[in-house]
């Protein structure tokens, strides 16, 4: 059965940084692409960033760029978020999740499997 377990969110000074680490079980995790959504209260579940198999390729949204980068150890089966020059706005629930590919993940928001996700508190 696959897991993803998501953790390192908390409460954060608006400018702060947090590290966001997802760690995945239960299938071979360097053959599929992984990513992060978000999503706040009242509002639908969005992405947020993604990553190819081997760490080449990386996505963001527009509202994160430059703001936030994606990496993965495909040893550790470990995908991360730093997140850094957080804005009130970014205050939201973060989902790790995965799938064969980026484009499913960037363009059809799927996942194959969802984390239980971090809460991620900005104050302004």
């Known amino acids: 059965q696959v897991q993803l377990v998501e953790s390192g969110g908390g409460l954060v000074q608006a400018g702060g940084s947090l590290r966001l680490s997802c760690a995945a079980s239960?299938?071979?995790?360097?053959?599929?692409?992984m990513g992060w959504f978000r999503q706040a209260p009242g509002k639908e579940r969005t992405f947020i960033a993604a990553i190819n198999w081997s760490g080449g390729s990386t996505y963001y949204a527009d509202s994160v760029k430059d703001r936030f980068t994606i990496s993965r150890d495909n040893a550790k089966n470990t995908v991360f978020l730093q997140m850094n020059s957080l804005k009130p706005e970014d205050t939201a629930v973060y989902y790790c999740?995965?799938?064969?590919?980026?484009?499913?993940?960037?363009?059809?928001?799927?996942?194959?499997?969802w984390g239980q996700g971090t809460q991620v508190t900005v104050s302004s």
């Open positions: 239960g299938r071979t995790f360097s053959n599929y692409a």
């Open positions: 999740a995965t799938g064969r590919d980026t484009s499913m993940l960037r363009f059809r928001g799927t996942s194959d499997y």
